[in-house]
């Protein structure tokens, strides 16, 4: 953690009215407040990645919780990284922790006494869910639950947790749903999501903790992992733009979802927790489109007909799906004054423009040699 500075003197050396200089007593300038001090889990995703620029820029010692892999997994926060070494730069720190390891949880909490935690780690692939759903209960329920409990025994008091809630929890409750919509989750994620935000009402009701949900309906930008179906409809078009894709293989096109910008949404996880008393916020465009809207605003963009490139793969359809999703979020706005500041539009063209520039430089490491075209259709 940052330490005060050492206090400023000053000698005032002003005429006395005899004419010699007069020497006032030392006065010590007003220390700097500490900096306030944050712990992230999900650091290296789209979330974690944004939230920790946004806060960075709010003065904040930012520390991330990372699992263990035998490759990096942190290329969002690649631009953020300073080496540790240089303790007076470093404002961002890495740790190793999971969420399936309560051990590791208390130790960072306790060792780090932060002021803000934000829970943003899951297994948050609603589809592979349905493949692997006991490790997905386990991470992203029994996971906030450990984080929870390791923030309740901490012997820093008064620290304010924030839970990533998702719009999945209300599956096929019908739309525009908000805080008082009833839940109805439709997969082992959804589910897994909704054990979490009652784990975290619980915890704020029995113990006290600032402790609050965000229910944060789908939000995407250039750093959204490659197999969500925004991300995967712009890496594919990039590719198809520039020669080394032709078709792009999809599921449910008429799937409805509020989409928003993930740096937007950030904010609001942090305006949560500066709040006198801890609450849950819905927060959304109120804007829905349906993927196929999503393919006619992307490929559109750069003057190509999504139907020339786009197949039906019933491989991508899952086992009980969620029709339509748009959020009520006027909580969200009257409370905290937040509103989205990227629409559709802009948040589609802006994906699609970054990705077409990583496809033009992955086309040159393949014209070289350097790259196989792999075996994209």
Not at 239 to 251: A, N, S
Request: proline share 5%.
């Amino acid at each position: 953690m940052a330490t005060r500075s050492e206090s400023n003197h000053s000698v005032d050396e002003s005429a006395a009215p005899n004419g010699a200089l007069a020497t006032t007593s030392l006065i010590p300038q007003p220390l700097s407040p500490p900096r306030k001090v944050a712990l992230i889990t999900g650091i290296t995703g789209q979330d974690g990645s944004y939230l920790t620029e946004f806060l960075l820029r709010k003065g904040y010692e930012v520390h991330g919780l990372i699992r263990r892999s035998s490759n990096f997994n942190t290329a969002r926060l690649d631009h953020l990284y300073v080496d540790p070494h240089n303790s007076q730069k470093a404002r961002m720190k890495l740790h190793y922790a999971d969420l399936s390891d309560a051990t590791s949880l208390r130790l960072w909490v306790d060792s780090l006494l932060p002021d803000e935690v934000y829970n943003l780690a899951a297994q948050s692939h609603v589809a592979v869910s349905f493949e692997i759903p006991e490790y997905t209960a386990d991470v992203v329920a029994t996971g906030a639950l450990r984080l929870l409990e390791a923030v309740r025994s901490s012997p820093k008091k008064g620290i304010r947790y924030y839970q990533a809630g998702s719009s999945e929890m209300f599956g096929s409750t019908p739309p525009p749903q908000s805080e008082t919509s009833p839940f109805h989750p439709r997969s082992p994620y959804a589910a897994a999501k909704c054990a979490a935000h009652w784990y975290t009402v619980n915890y704020r009701e029995a113990y006290g903790l600032f402790a609050c949900n965000g229910i944060l309906f789908n939000h995407e930008s250039p750093r959204r992992g490659e197999n969500f179906v925004t991300r995967k409809i712009t890496r594919a078009l990039g590719r198809i733009k520039v020669g080394l894709q032709t078709k792009l293989f999809l599921g449910n096109l008429s799937a409805a979802r509020d989409w928003g910008f993930a740096g937007d949404y950030v904010e609001a996880m942090w305006m949560m927790l500066q709040q006198d008393e801890p609450e849950d916020y819905v927060v959304a465009t109120e804007d829905s489109h349906s993927v196929e809207e999503f393919l006619e605003e992307a490929f559109g963009h750069v003057g190509l007909m999504w139907r020339d490139h786009v197949e039906i793969d019933k491989r991508y359809f899952r086992p009980t799906e969620v029709d339509s999703l748009r959020g009520d979020s006027s909580k969200v706005r009257k409370v905290l004054g937040w509103k989205p500041r990227v629409g559709f539009k802009e948040l589609v063209r802006m994906m699609v423009d970054s990705d077409i520039e990583l496809a033009k430089r992955e086309k040159v490491l393949v014209d070289a040699g350097y790259m196989d075209a792999q075996q994209q259709p």
